[in-house]
């Protein structure tokens, strides 16, 4: 593959670290990236029968059902993921966003396919907080349904203990993960450590099942069972929910670390636990109910409860701090408001807290938990949104390799028509869901929720940027009258945020109308976001004098990091710009009241005041761009859209 497909940034600064130093990173990744997909043995067989599929554990289907999870391991996965869309990091970063950004740079800006690669997007993304919703209840619940497994005196406490491992769970994040981080990864390699065994142990007793790695058990079942095949696709897609997440944090790890992680370490135990499940169905057809905990030893068995719900509890914490990482892509990106964000760790910059995201999933994951009260019921809603975001990746995936890849598309382009098939396949079998119940609608209605929020939030930022520059005066030509009878000057330096370089800030004329003052020097201050996670030194920051101590200064920030202002300007100085004092340096920004009204054709009426609330929730400038409060004079304007 040509350069130009994309380079590995972090995985060559790993190659330096030595052997150590890449164990190390596998161990995390396995800590971390693996844990969605890691803990799906705990469900995914006893969801494949599933009453409402109608499917007995005879050693043809058993074998068949084996073949397909195991091909779509491979497929999906494997081929996918690990080998295919890992290599389009958009500067090492992976992950829906990053690969949307990637896809929108190689168009032309205003293009009609660039305006769809965006919508594709958010909408993947929005499908994202869906699966986050959804993965937390469901491995809990299938770790602790073991109890009744022990003892069916113990069912009746499955739920309340779900439930307090999941307040435990989310009322913990506001401590950050530092500290209990480094226990992820050898707690899951233990636990990958454990499904192997425990596969090699079974398939011993019966290893017929190995068969299944023949493609020809999988045609064999579709053959055997025509078009209702489809349905069991998908219970079959557990197999694979979490392979997002591979590419996802690929910015954390490397692909190194990952893909020796997968290759050496985590799909052998998924493979030899599957396939030792498995066995067990073939030995007894009514390990049906719990075919992962039917295939632990009893002695085993409360040892293994226990470390199912570590396991279990790493995975959601894993989806957890990935909602965390794509609200603040989707606000750096401008398709969510400011929201409160607190970093948790003084070294690693990538760990944080958003206390909304956290209150809010927490609180949808108690109204799953309560309202499916078991994995099996979850399944059903489970698979749709995963689905619907491996499609969008391959849509995506499509793009830039036309736009990005020339010397690889042809063979790329082939496997993203395979890849399509497989998700369309996996996407209309989810789809079936909607029919029988209320479960699948579930993380579909989340998805279009957050669609429409995200999709509002930045029309109306677009609507209101033209009402404040359609009442707004043009800056080069306001300053050249101001100073031919000017205000008092005062000492100090005023910096004024705006988002237009061109229109004077309303913060500025307020200042001018009500204090009828000049401070010393006057800066105004644009804060932009790349499309890249990283702002490159070199473009992180311009300083443009027009005359008079007024300067025009931008800043740009990376998708990735975190803006903070009064750090970026301090640092000018360094580089020959402007010196701010931080004790002599004033902060000046316009806080609009956005008002609803009919008098505009863009947006429907209710649009326009979801936009008017989600506006005055935001959170101030000061705290999203580390601006001390007591440096910062909001000035508030009225403004319809």
């Given amino acids: 593959m040509s350069a130009s497909a994309g380079t590995d940034t972090h995985g060559a600064g790993h190659a330096g670290h030595g052997q150590a130093g890449l164990a190390a990173l596998v161990v995390g990744a396995v800590g971390v990236v693996f844990g969605d997909i890691g803990t799906s043995p705990l469900y995914t067989i006893k969801e494949m029968f599933h009453p409402h599929f109608g499917l007995t554990a005879d050693a043809a289907t058993v074998k068949g059902l084996l073949s397909l999870g195991f091909w779509s391991l491979m497929l999906v996965v494997t081929l996918k993921y690990v080998v295919v869309i890992m290599r389009a990091d958009n500067d090492g970063e992976g992950g829906i966003m990053a690969l949307t950004a990637l896809a929108q740079r190689s168009l032309s800006g205003g293009s009609r396919l660039g305006y769809v690669v965006g919508i594709l997007g958010i909408f993947g993304a929005s499908l994202f907080f869906g699966d986050g919703m959804i993965t937390p209840p469901i491995t809990v619940l299938g770790a602790v349904e073991g109890l009744s497994v022990v003892s069916p005196a113990l069912e009746r406490w499955i739920l309340p ?11 913990f994040q506001r401590f950050g993960t530092a500290r209990v981080g480094k226990a992820f990864g050898p707690i899951m390699m233990t636990w990958f450590v454990v499904l192997a065994a425990l596969g090699i142990w079974n398939i011993a007793h019966n290893p017929i099942v190995l068969r299944a790695l023949n493609p020809y058990w999988a045609w ?20 694979v929910t979490g392979g997002e997440a591979l590419y996802a944090d690929m910015g954390h790890f490397g692909k190194r670390p990952i893909r020796w992680g997968w290759f050496g370490f985590v799909l052998p135990a998924l493979v030899l636990n ?18 992962f905990y039917m295939a632990v030893p009893d002695w085993a068995q409360i040892p293994m409860v226990a470390l199912a719900t570590l396991a279990a509890a790493i995975a959601s914490q894993a989806v957890i701090t990935g909602a965390f990482s794509v609200a603040r892509q989707a606000i750096q990106l401008g398709y969510l408001p400011r929201l409160q964000i607190r970093h948790t760790s003084h070294s690693t910059i990538g760990q944080i807290y958003v206390p909304s995201i956290n209150w809010m999933l927490l609180a949808a994951v108690l109204v799953l938990t309560f309202s499916f009260r078991s994995s099996t019921n979850l399944a059903t809603a489970y698979g749709l949104s995963v689905t619907g975001t491996m499609l969008i990746d391959t849509l995506l995936l499509a793009v830039v390799a036309y736009t990005r890849w020339p010397d690889s598309r042809k063979w790329v382009l082939p496997l993203c028509a395979l890849f399509l098939l497989i998700d369309i396949a996996f996407l209309v079998a989810n789809g079936a869901k909607l029919f029988t119940g209320i479960g699948a609608w579930v993380p ?43 205000p008092v000057r005062v000492p100090g330096t005023a910096v004024f945020l705006t988002a237009d370089k061109g229109v004077v800030p309303q913060a500025f004329l307020h200042n001018l109308k009500h204090n009828k003052v000049l401070h010393e020097r006057n800066v105004f ?4 976001t790349l499309t890249v996670p990283v ?29 903070d202002v009064p750090l970026a300007l301090m640092r000018s100085c360094d580089r020959g710009g402007i010196h701010f004092d931080p004790m002599d340096t004033t902060y000046f920004a316009s806080r609009e009241t ?48």
């Fill in 161 to 171: 203990m779900s439930v307090l491992i999941l307040l435990a769970l989310f009322g």
């Fill in 220 to 239: 064999h079942f579709f053959a055997t069972h025509d078009w209702h095949a489809v349905l069991i696709l998908g219970a079959v897609v557990l197999t």
């Fill in 274 to 291: 599957y396939f030792g499940q498995g066995a067990v169905l073939l030995r007894d057809a009514r390990a049906v109910a719990n075919p």
């Fill in 444 to 486: 579909l209605f989340i998805g279009v929720v957050s669609f429409t929020m995200m999709r509002t939030w930045r029309r109306g930022r677009e609507l209101l940027r033209e009402e404040v520059r359609k009442e707004g005066i043009q800056l080069d030509t306001f300053l050249p009258g101001l100073m031919l009878a000017p």
């Fill in 525 to 528: 201050l644009t804060v932009e």
């Fill in 535 to 563: 702002a490159p030194k070199d473009k992180g920051l311009k300083i443009e004098s027009i005359g008079e101590d007024f300067y025009r200064v931008t800043l740009k920030f990376g998708f990735m990091e975190t803006p």
């Fill in 594 to 641: 956005v008002v609803a009204s009919r008098r505009r054709g863009n947006m429907p009426l209710w649009r326009d005041k979801l936009f008017a609330v989600m506006h005055r929730n935001a959170a101030p400038a000061s705290g999203f761009f580390r601006i001390p409060g007591n440096r910062l004079v909001e000035l508030g304007a009225q403004v319809e859209i």
